[in-house]
């Protein structure tokens, strides 16, 4: 997906490719990925899909009177598997990206964006800090103002920001303290810290920038 | 030039400028200009541009990972499947095999119009004379909203009901099967209209007179929900 344009003014796609690129990059520093979540999440939603079939296609060959019965035992279980679908995309993955494992170390991100603001949300939880880190990030630091992915700001933020990854991806995390060719000082020590107000302004300044 | 104007309203200087501009569009991809619209043929800048778009969306669509795309189908699969299920829900919860008709005909004027929408209930089998209740027509799959104006039978024996819509002189003995003189509540009638919305089921009539407006609707959902990722 990186190497695709997407529109920078589209939160979705955004976030979207933000989330796979995340995913991507973890996976590149051998983090085995754990899909449990997911996985459980599929599994009731193709449950519920194929007891609507069943339904369906009992109804279509036999009719309703021969269905009755039948139909009002599969609404019962399809509300019920649609609700634990609900559950458990709100309650238990949160937006979860990424879980994965290296080594003894285990990570989870789950991202968030919020509407009207271009700010990237994650919620960091590790195994080796019961708190999870909250970290924010404007999109415009990795995305060019016409909508390219660009890695290594967005790996270097990463590697910064969480132990654990810059463990694992030294060379970014000992980047922020030299010059950086892609990100000038400015932005540095600006963005990352931003708040919301800020950060809607990131492709003016930058056009700014480009031209002085 | 910016306000458009027609051929012939232009000095020769810029036929000329036309001239060289349309031989131009013959060696090389034409790009209209800004300010200045064309009358003639098809927007292919336009047209390339949707094709383009929709390209980079499939691929997008090939790139994801094989766990990312059976969620994508998922979620396209879900939105179907609830639609069904909450329709079915409806039908358990009525009693009714379809609840929620459409009114096709205007023998139930001035009650009821075509296009009007009907909810019906099938619960009270004690149906009574006055009810407007919808039936098939037995051997015919077609249903009938018409209203009660006898009964025979009831408690024990079964109920049996004489309908005729408001709008016709005669009572529905003609419309009914051959042999066939009144409706057996149990069997032939599929609910008794419980309430109505004016006019919102003349879309359905519309759906199902011109078929390709179907067609075209499901796909275009089905693109929709397949290629956006929420």
């Not at chain 1, 509407?115 to 999870?132: A, E, I, Q, R």
């Not at chain 1, 967005?154 to 060719?181: H, M, Y």
């Not at chain 2, 011109?210 to 499901?218: E, F, I, Q, R, S």
Request: hydrophobic share 40%; glycine share 8%.
């Amino acid at each position: 997906m990186s190497d695709n344009k997407i529109s920078p003014h589209s939160l979705n796609d955004l976030k979207n490719t933000t989330d796979d690129c995340l995913a991507n990059y973890l996976r590149s520093l051998s983090f085995v990925q754990d899909n449990s979540k997911l996985d459980v999440r599929l599994a009731v939603g193709y449950v519920a899909v194929i007891i609507a079939t069943i339904t369906f296609v009992a109804d279509y060959k036999l009719g309703w009177e021969a269905t009755k019965l039948g139909t009002a035992f599969a609404v019962v279980a399809y509300a019920i598997l649609n609700g634990v679908y609900t559950y458990w995309m709100w309650m238990v993955e949160k937006g979860l990206v990424f879980e994965g494992t290296k080594g003894s170390k285990r990570v989870s991100i789950a991202s968030k964006t919020k509407k009207h603001d271009p700010t990237y949300y994650l919620t960091v939880t590790t195994s080796s800090s019961t708190n999870p880190l909250e970290i924010q990030c404007p999109f415009t630091t990795w995305f060019t103002s016409d909508g390219y992915f660009v890695a290594q700001p967005f790996q270097q933020w990463l590697a910064t920001s969480v132990g654990v990854i810059g463990e694992a991806d030294q060379k970014n995390a000992a980047k922020n303290e030299k010059e950086d060719l892609f990100v000038s000082e400015a932005e540095l020590n600006g963005t990352p810290s931003a708040s919301g107000a800020d950060s809607g302004k990131g492709k003016g300044t930058k056009r700014g920038k480009k031209k002085s | 030039m910016k306000s458009n104007p027609k051929w012939s309203e232009l000095r020769p200087e810029q036929h000329l400028a036309f001239n060289a501009y349309s031989t131009l569009r013959t060696t090389q991809v034409y790009t209209p200009r800004p300010g200045r619209t064309t009358q003639h043929g098809p927007d292919y800048n336009r047209l390339s541009g949707t094709l383009v778009n929709t390209t980079t969306m499939f691929s997008a669509l090939s790139s994801l990972q094989p766990r990312q795309l059976a969620a994508q189908v998922l979620n396209f699969a879900l939105v179907l499947s609830t639609a069904f299920m909450l329709w079915k829900g409806l039908s358990v919860f009525t009693a009714s095999s379809s609840p929620i008709v459409v009114v096709l005909s205007g023998s139930m004027e001035p009650a009821f119009e075509r296009g009007d929408l009907l909810f019906l209930w099938n619960r009270g089998m004690n149906t009574q004379v006055g009810e407007i209740v919808v039936y098939n027509v037995r051997g015919k799959d077609i249903p009938i909203v018409h209203r009660v104006i006898r009964r025979f039978g009831g408690g024990d024996a079964p109920l049996q009901l004489l309908t005729k819509g408001d709008n016709n002189a005669a009572d529905d003995t003609e419309l009914y099967a051959r042999g066939q003189s009144y409706l057996e509540r149990e069997k032939d009638v599929v609910g008794s209209v419980v309430g109505f919305v004016p006019f919102v089921g003349y879309v359905t009539i519309l759906l199902s007179e011109y078929p390709w407006l179907k067609t075209a609707m499901l796909g275009f959902m089905a693109l929709t929900v397949v290629l956006q990722r929420e």
